[in-house]
């Protein structure tokens, strides 16, 4: 599987990636939550630029969702490996 989020330059990687071919039966799929975003401050905090606390309370939880729904521990069970780009 192939997640994408809408952002120009991931949808002409996975265009440069599907020309190339991906392996048969990969899927894609598009997420637009995975946009760029300031999850947190740096330590120490940044008083200005793209870390400002305005801009990281206006897209920490559209990334902290993102992240939590595209990362997961495998189920103990399983026996396979499994592989999402």
Do not use: W
């Amino acid at each position: 599987r192939v997640v994408v989020s809408d952002m120009t330059r991931a949808q002409e990687t996975l265009d440069a990636l599907l020309k190339e071919g991906l392996p048969k039966g990969t899927t894609t799929e598009m997420f637009k939550e995975l946009r760029e975003g300031r999850p947190c401050q740096p330590i120490p905090p940044s008083r200005n630029g793209p870390y400002k606390q305005k801009e990281v309370d206006r897209t920490k939880e559209r990334v902290d969702q993102a992240f939590r729904a595209l990362f997961y521990r495998a189920d103990h069970a399983q026996k396979e490996h499994s592989y999402d780009v």
